[in-house]
């Protein structure tokens, strides 16, 4: 088995990929999202942390977290809401006794100060038009660029012409 290291700051920001199995787009319908929302709320009322930004596309997901002071543990939190999804979606399962609905790991960079973070935050939200999804960000339903219009952290028409700095970012 690999040994992989992950950054381990207590309190810190991380950003994160998480990809289904094969790309299968799990998450092309509102009954499977809401199924994926519900997996969020339960871990959040176990294991609290804040979730600054997010977009659900059909094959992957990308989030912001900020985690609780002191406390470093993503993985048991992802481990979580990949198993409660997982159970919900897919009652088959592998040779492993495995369900099929994740990759296995997930991609996660720490938020090192402010630029990083609206960085990503940018790249996040701009993520369903990269992949032809929609023409225009605020089109998406499944991300948290609502949220940060409706606070005037946005214009509506954003994103167009695409953002330098998203240009020069690449997460999955």
Same mark, same amino acid.
């Given at each position: &088995?690999? /040994? ?6 207590? $309190? ?12 299968? +787009?799990? *998450? /092309?319908?509102? /009954? ?7 997996? *969020? ?16 596309? +059909? ?6 977290? =900020?985690? +609780? ?24 399962? /592998?040779?492993?006794?495995? @369900?099929?609905?994740?990759?296995? @790991? ?11 973070? =609206?960085?990503?935050? #940018? ?33 509506? #028409?954003? $994103?167009?012409?695409? +953002?330098?700095?998203?240009? =020069? &970012?690449?997460?999955?």
């Amino acid at each position: &088995m690999s /040994n992989y290291r992950r950054a381990q700051s207590p $309190g810190g920001k991380y950003f994160f990929t998480v990809v289904t199995k094969n790309r299968k +787009p799990w *998450f /092309n319908n509102e /009954n499977h999202i809401d199924c994926l929302r519900q997996a *969020f709320r339960q871990t959040l009322l176990e294991k609290p942390f804040i979730i600054e930004a997010i977009v659900i596309l +059909p094959d992957h997901l990308h989030c912001i977290w =900020q985690l +609780p002071q002191g406390d470093s543990d993503f993985s048991s939190r992802w481990r979580e809401i990949k198993k409660r999804v997982s159970r919900d979606l897919d009652r088959q399962t /592998n040779h492993r006794n495995e @369900r099929q609905v994740w990759q296995r @790991r997930f991609w996660e960079h720490q938020i090192r100060d402010e630029i990083d973070w =609206q960085n990503h935050l #940018d790249y996040i939200h701009f993520n369903p038009v990269k992949h032809g999804l929609v023409q225009q960000v605020k089109d998406w339903p499944w991300s948290s660029f609502h949220k940060f219009f409706a606070k005037g952290w946005y214009p509506n #028409d954003w $994103g167009y012409p695409l +953002p330098d700095i998203v240009k =020069q &970012m690449e997460f999955e």
